[in-house]
């Protein structure tokens, strides 16, 4: 409601001091992305983003937007940081993923045979 009232700022504050939305909850992502656009932090705005999609289990979407936050023109050097930490969660996470795959595939052409 205080993204849709202008008043992002409060909305961001609201979202990390208040528990009506869960923090693991996509919805917090998407709500707490919405702010930090709003107020023009646009790396917090992707990251937020990249843990939405996280959250959906789209990793490949949730890198895509750590891509994009890396090259935000003004972005900190913690914020460089922090990005660059989560995008080796998530490419260890999808490396994961891939191996899973890989053996379930390698096991059905077992019982194949």
Known sequence: MLNLAGKPAAAKKHLRDSSFVEKGDPRFFKLLAEAENDI?????????????????????????QLYLAQKTSDITNYQRLRIDARMDEINEELVQLEQGTMERERKRKERRR
Do not use: K, P, T, V
Not at 41 to 50: D, M, T
């Open 40 to 64: 023009g932090n646009i790396a917090n705005s992707h990251f937020s983003l990249s843990e939405y999609y996280r959250s959906l289990g789209e990793l490949r979407l949730a890198l895509q």
